[in-house]
């Protein structure tokens, strides 16, 4: 689904925390580590490649439109990965992931996840790795920091 760039972060909020969900909250969280553990490069592009979607560069791509999936194949706009253009990535790839979705909720749910792993917020928390989310949207931190699987991960 195209989704432009100014509303992403309201339509974000609205459906994590109140849209439909297919799959529970821990079926989500297993499904990001899974791709997130075994991918040997862990950028966008990296976990796209690890999960067979081909993946390419297109200039030409609107400004409003970072990323965006057209026949099995994520398109996204710049090299220069921050904020927005990594989560819309994550998002299609969340998209493919998940086929029974039926509205954005476990879209989005998965695409944070995907960001921001379990393990990584574990290993903040304890320390190992300093502002590791930091190339991500302040409203896409703070989002997944409130999600249950989080709240509840030691
Ligand atoms: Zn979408």
Redesign the pocket.
């Given at each position: 689904?195209l989704?432009v760039a100014e509303p992403i972060a309201e339509r974000a909020i609205l459906e994590v925390t109140g849209g439909v969900s297919c799959y529970s909250a821990w079926d989500i969280e297993r499904i990001a580590d899974q791709v997130t553990e075994r991918a040997v490069d862990p950028s966008p592009q990296g976990l796209a490649a690890e999960c067979g979607v081909p993946i390419v560069l297109e200039p030409l791509l609107p400004a409003a439109v970072p990323a965006q999936m057209i026949r099995g194949t994520i398109y996204y706009r710049s090299d220069r990965l921050r904020g927005l253009a990594v989560l819309m990535i994550l998002?299609e790839l969340a998209?493919h992931l998940l086929p029974r979705h039926v509205d954005?909720s476990d879209?989005w749910s998965l695409t944070l996840a995907l960001a921001m792993p379990l393990r990584v917020i574990r290993a903040m928390r304890h320390g190992e790795l300093h502002a590791p989310f930091a190339h991500l949207p302040a409203w896409a931190v703070a989002l997944r920091f409130e999600m249950p699987t989080v709240l509840l991960a030691a």
């Open positions: 689904m989704i998002h998209h954005h879209v």
